[in-house]
């Protein structure tokens, strides 16, 4: 009985969904009538003490009177409003979730219509062109994966998959607070998972129809503040894709176009335009990286969330300035933002029916995911600090991600996926260094076999490491600048990790041969990071180009041959 009423009440309900979505849909092309019909008000058809009973309340349909049971029990008659909905831990069938999106749909409709009615409230910027039909209206809808376009707030960009919450496995639990409120709540699960539209036309189509962003009151990007024109914008972000971009792979110059980028996020492009004025227009450098930061404090404020956000704050730390030390900060806020955006859900299966742009916006979402992994992991690496990123399914797949992209792979989605596989590598070995720190510390070093079997471990898995991404790099046709960094990456790696065994702390009675072994390789690994990065890059005609990570790591390996030479015991200038 109980199945059987549930399955009414359901066809009642779409019935009702059905009837609202026609009515909508001809009232967008109907003129309002000047009187509208009054709401209908239904009242509750049974008392709290006959519905606990599950029998017919007689007496009280109107749900003024007494009913006729609670007369004869002498009880008060209460009307309360049906609390619809499942049990906690049930499961939703599947013409439930189809009912659910209908009622998204039409909630969502009337959003828009009552959004179109107020669209002459808010005068548009007069910096930027405009549209007969709405200022870019096209770009203000959901993509296919759920990311809004504009700069409000997290609340119309939280979910990023078109996926139900019911589907989600394990992080459906209700036993997450934010889970279970937006499970009972219609109202924010209408808010935080706006319905998607149909899929996007090709890239070809899409570029023709691209309009610059409205900037926020009193900022400008540089080219509404007068410094560059379009065609200067266009050759800056050639200049950054030929010399930039190969070092940190962010970017897909497929679709990160001027156009694209500019009608994406201002903070984005002037971030990108400001990287590219560093080092090809140095005269226009500063003001652009004054309005960057304008642009990242009002971010930062109107708590913006887009996967262009945290790609403009990565970059931002990419080639700063000496005295700038906010990058464990920018680095922070992005990791959590990408969190929240959900950058980092595995998609086993691509969506059915994926257009060519589609495939590269989702490409581009998993490849911001992908790099800030080793951007945190590197940062890690250098400061002792404790990662923020953990290894999900999404980074435990992420070793066959480059092959994905489509017919052709390119050799930046092969650096990036190495780059998670070496950055998994370290991380490994680093949390047991440090775990058995404290214990060398305190037996006086006797418990030396553990170092030595990490280091023998983490070595082999380096030395597979480096035979398999040369192979993925040939595979993909890559250049010798390709092959030179992905060495970079591994030597230093190699150079780091087994510095562990080379550490003061152990004493010189229990620095047995493993440790040689090991000092010696730190002195070749770190003399061979300095040859790629003086000889190879230097030829290459890049090495001024590289961002922060190319900088401490030569940097580093360069102190510690320092430090070697400064514990020989004769006089290294004699030889």
Not at 122 to 138: L, N, V, W
Not at 207 to 213: W, Y
Not at 268 to 295: D, N, Q, V, W
Request: aromatic share 10%; glycine share 4%; hydrophobic share 35%.
């Amino acid at each position: 009985m109980q199945g059987t009423s549930e399955f009414v009440d359901e066809q009642s309900r779409a019935a009702s969904v059905i009837q609202a979505l026609q009515s909508n849909h001809f009232a967008v092309f109907t003129k309002p009538h000047s009187s509208s019909k009054p709401p209908i008000v239904r009242n509750p058809r049974a008392c709290t003490v006959c519905r606990a009973a599950k029998m017919k309340c007689v007496g009280a349909e109107d749900g003024v009177k007494t009913c006729q049971r609670c007369k004869r029990t002498g009880v008060q008659c209460v009307f309360e409003k049906h609390r619809r909905g499942r049990k906690p831990g049930s499961k939703l069938s599947e013409a439930s979730k189809m009912l659910r999106r209908l009622e998204k749909g039409l909630n969502t409709a009337k959003l828009k219509q009552n959004d179109s009615s107020l669209s002459t409230v808010f005068p548009a910027d007069p910096r930027t062109p405009q549209s007969e039909a709405s200022q870019f209206g096209s770009l203000r809808q959901p993509d296919a994966y759920g990311s809004v376009d504009g700069y409000a707030t997290s609340s119309v960009s939280s979910r990023t998959i078109d996926q139900d919450d019911e589907d989600d496995g394990e992080r459906s639990d209700e036993k997450f607070p934010a889970k279970l409120i937006k499970r009972e709540n219609s109202f924010f699960r209408t808010i935080l998972n706006p319905e998607h539209k149909s899929p996007m036309p090709q890239v070809s189509n899409i570029t023709q129809s691209l309009r610059p962003a409205p900037l926020p009151h009193d900022c400008n990007d540089p080219i509404t503040a007068g410094l560059i024109d379009e065609n200067k914008a266009q050759v800056l972000f050639d200049l950054i894709f030929l010399r930039l971009n190969p070092f940190i792979n962010l970017f897909d110059p497929t679709l990160h176009s001027v156009a694209y980028v500019r009608s994406k996020c201002p903070l984005l492009f002037t971030t990108l335009i400001m990287a590219g004025c560093k080092f090809f227009e140095p005269s226009l450098y500063k003001e652009c990286l004054r309005l960057a930061h304008e642009l990242a404090i009002k971010a930062f404020a109107d708590n913006w969330k887009r996967v262009e956000v945290i790609q403009a704050f990565s970059c931002l730390t990419y080639w700063r300035e000496q005295d700038d030390n906010r990058t464990w900060m920018y680095i922070g806020y992005a990791c959590r933002m990408a969190v929240e955006l959900g950058l980092n859900r595995y998609v086993a299966k691509p969506p059915t029916h994926e257009t060519e742009f589609q495939l590269l916006e989702r490409r581009n979402r998993e490849r911001t995911y992908l790099v800030l992994f080793v951007h945190d992991r590197s940062l890690s690496m250098q400061t002792g600090r404790h990662w923020m990123l953990p290894e999900d399914d999404f980074i435990r797949h992420s070793n066959t991600w480059h092959e994905h992209g489509g017919p052709h792979v390119r050799c930046e989605d092969v650096v990036v996926s190495a780059f998670a596989q070496l950055r998994r590598i370290a991380t490994e070995a680093t949390d047991m260094f440090h775990t058995n720190r404290s214990s060398l510390a305190a037996d006086g070093g006797n418990n030396q076999v553990s170092i030595d079997m990490v280091l023998k471990n983490c070595n082999a898995k380096l030395a597979q490491w480096n035979i398999t991404w040369e192979h993925e790099m040939r595979m993909a046709n890559g250049e010798s600048f390709h092959f030179s960094l992905i060495n970079l990456f591994c030597l230093y790696s190699r150079l780091f990790l087994n510095s562990f065994g080379v550490q003061s702390s152990i004493p010189p009675a229990n620095r047995t041969n493993t440790h040689v072994r090991a000092l010696s390789a730190c002195f070749e690994n770190a003399l061979d990071v300095l040859r790629i990065a003086s000889k190879d890059f230097r030829e290459f005609g890049v090495l001024r180009y590289g961002q922060e990570t190319t900088s401490v790591m030569t940097a580093y390996s360069a102190i510690f041959l320092l430090k070697v030479t400064e514990l020989l015991p004769f006089d290294y200038n004699q030889c």
